[in-house]
């Protein structure tokens, strides 16, 4: 008899050097899922729900012009911010400067 087990992945995968995809997060039978990728002016993110693209973020939110976060983890953690929302059924999700803030976006 073989008994295994399996270990789910780390929940961020580095696909290349300037795109990264977060495993799904599940809300009942709803999935999303966080892809942040580097721009021309910075770092933007994609949140697909069951595989479908829900919101196309390439600049920060919140803020006037085009420019884009200084770093892949600050756009993750808006992503992530973002997607605790949709969870919590809050549409549009809507991120202040505030929001910014308090994650330490700058």
């Not at 990264?20 to 997060?25: E, L, S, V």
């Not at 973020?57 to 085009?66: C, E, M």
């Not at 600050?74 to 997607?83: H, R, W």
């Not at 919590?88 to 400067?97: C, D, H, K, L, Q």
Request: proline residues 7%; positive net charge.
């Amino acid at each position: 008899m073989l008994f295994a087990s399996c270990r789910q992945a780390s929940p961020r995968v580095k696909e290349k050097k300037d795109h990264y995809t977060t495993n799904p997060q599940q809300k009942n039978s709803s999935t999303y899922q966080i892809t942040t990728m580097r721009h021309e002016n910075g770092w933007g993110y994609q949140i697909r729900q069951n595989q479908k693209l829900l919101l196309d973020q390439p600049t920060i939110p919140g803020r006037p012009g085009v420019q884009g976060f200084q770093n892949q983890e600050d756009a993750q953690k808006v992503a992530e911010l973002v997607v605790s929302k949709l969870k919590a059924n809050i549409f549009p999700p809507t991120v202040s400067e505030d929001d910014l803030k308090n994650l330490n976006i700058h």
